[in-house]
Structures are given as structure tokens and as C-alpha cells.
């Protein structure tokens, strides 16, 4: 398997693995699609890497910015992050997270966040910290990777796409 940046021409294919993976799962509201699309739209997926198999997109994850109150710089929020529903449970999502991880960490980033199931992301470094609050998520499932020695605290927003239309 190959992780790359995704080009113009995965964005279909992007479409249609994020569709299918969150297809009918009763912790989405079907907005994956929109979101990625909005944030490629307005300049902010700071990372989008795509998961290669066989010559064929099997997965994607996208990294983008988020805001901190009171400011702390250099943080961004992984997701959405999808797999082809036949080849889920085979390393790819996985792989997708550390790759791009170390992305971040190589271009100076002070820490990624998160809202997703703490069994997933706990073997990545992502831990739940109540110095950082998400609202409108249970803080079980909002979670933090500090990248840097400095520590934050304060209210976590993201990007506007991730907000209604």
C-alpha cells in the first residue's frame, strides 16, 4: 500500500469511498462528503492523503485547521478519515493516521484533535483532555495528540465547513 497527497483525479473516487464508508453508521450525519468538499473548496485541507492498493484509491484522510480559544497555533483536526467498506479492518485506516501524523509533525504542527471512538485512536497517542473542550461532543470522544512540549487549553472550533451549509 502506498499513502500519497491525493491529486484532482482521486476526488471522485475520494467521494464515492467516503460515501460508502459512512453509509448508514449511526455516529454520522451523512455531512463527510460536504465537509471534504467544502474544505478543499475554501483552501483549508491542510493534508489530504489518499490510501493506493492495486493502482486503486482504497481509503482517504483529511487533516484541516482548527481554532483554539484563547489562541494556541499550529493545531489541526483529523478527519473525516475513510475506507472502502471491503477493505476495512486490513491496516488501512491505520496506516492513513500514522502517515498522516508524521506529516504534521514534519511540518511543525503543535497538535492534532479529533471526535471518534477512543478504542481507535487511543494506539495512535490520542488521549481525552479536559483542558480542551469541543462543544456539542461527549468529551469521551473529543480527543488530543499534543505534537509540541507547549501545552494549550480552551475551546476548540473548526474549520466553518464542517458547520451547516
Known amino acids: ?8 483525479g482521486d ?5 464515492q469511498i467516503t460515501e460508502a464508508a459512512f453509509a448508514g453508521q449511526p455516529y454520522s450525519d451523512q455531512t463527510e462528503v460536504r465537509i471534504i468538499e467544502r474544505l478543499r473548496a475554501e483552501g483549508a485541507l491542510t493534508l489530504s492523503l489518499v490510501a493506493v492498493e492495486d493502482a486503486e484509491v482504497i481509503g482517504h484522510i483529511a487533516f484541516s485547521p482548527v481554532t483554539i ?10 478527519g473525516p478519515v475513510s475506507v472502502r467498506p471491503d477493505r476495512q479492518g486490513r491496516g488501512t485506516g491505520s496506516s492513513l493516521v500514522r502517515q498522516g501524523l508524521d506529516r504534521l509533525r514534519n511540518i511543525g504542527a503543535s497538535g492534532c484533535v479529533l471526535a471518534g471512538n477512543p478504542a481507535f485512536y487511543r494506539r495512535f497517542g490520542f488521549r481525552n483532555d479536559p483542558a480542551l473542550v469541543f462543544a456539542g461532543c461527549a468529551p469521551q470522544y473529543f480527543m488530543v495528540l499534543p505534537l509540541s512540549r507547549t501545552l494549550v487549553s480552551g475551546t476548540v472550533s473548526y474549520h466553518p465547513a464542517f458547520g451547516p451549509v
Open 1 to 8: 500500500m502506498i499513502i500519497r497527497p491525493e491529486t484532482e
Open 69 to 78: 480559544t484563547p489562541v494556541a497555533a499550529g493545531w489541526y483536526g483529523l
Open 11 to 15: 476526488r471522485e473516487t475520494i467521494r
